[in-house]
């Protein structure tokens, strides 16, 4: 249960950053876009470390991530337990260890649900235009390569649930930090992201 509540807990998360000021620090956001990598298949590993008010140890997860840019993306948790969760525009489909589907939510019924799966790609591959709706923007280039975006939610009703969203990269993004306005906050570490052209094969039977 926990596992899923932090899964996705991320997912709300990349919910949330879909919306970024378009007209803010345009210069910025060229800036940091023309540094990212643009592949059709982005994949690495992660840890993520989700921090709860009132409780001491954070709840810690790891394994590895997948995004293809036609596809969606799939978090494969290794740490603490099994598990894996596809998320596209039109689907959220979470499996347990076993590969059987625990849960499973579609766009039709729920249109939110697009926007989580396009949200969550575009934070993945840094797509700062898809990213550039109701977010106050400032941020950072660090070295020839480097980059750091504070994103602040810009209605009163996102800020109800979050304070600001970090992002930091250099070709891909490498660390996003969530910090929720109840005092919440989630880091996902992305490790080693590396480009390729297309899916390997052992890596397409996951977005079935």
Do not use: Y
């Amino acid at each position: 249960m926990k596992r899923r509540a932090f899964l996705l807990a991320l997912c709300g998360a990349m919910l949330a950053s879909t919306r970024l000021a378009g007209a803010a620090a345009p210069d910025l956001l060229a800036a940091v876009a023309a540094r990212l990598s643009d592949a059709p298949v982005i994949h690495g590993r992660f840890e993520q470390t989700r921090r709860l008010s009132g409780f001491a140890n954070p709840l810690v997860s790891r394994g590895d991530f997948v995004l293809a840019r036609e596809r969606g993306v799939v978090w494969s948790t290794r740490e603490p337990f099994a598990s894996s969760l596809l998320v596209t525009p039109e689907r959220l489909v979470m499996r347990g260890a076993d590969g059987r589907v625990q849960q499973q939510m579609q766009a039709d019924a729920q249109p939110a649900m697009r926007v989580v799966g396009e949200s969550v790609i575009a934070v993945l591959r840094g797509d700062l235009q898809t990213l550039s709706a109701r977010f106050e923007v400032a941020g950072k280039l660090a070295g020839k390569n480097g980059w750091s975006l504070t994103l602040t939610p810009r209605d009163a009703a996102m800020r109800r649930v979050f304070a600001r969203i970090e992002l930091a990269g250099d070709r891909f993004v490498r660390d996003v930090r969530l910090e929720e306005a109840g005092g919440d906050s989630t880091h996902v570490k992305l490790i080693d992201p590396s480009a390729a052209t297309r899916l390997a094969a052992d890596e397409e039977p996951r977005f079935e």
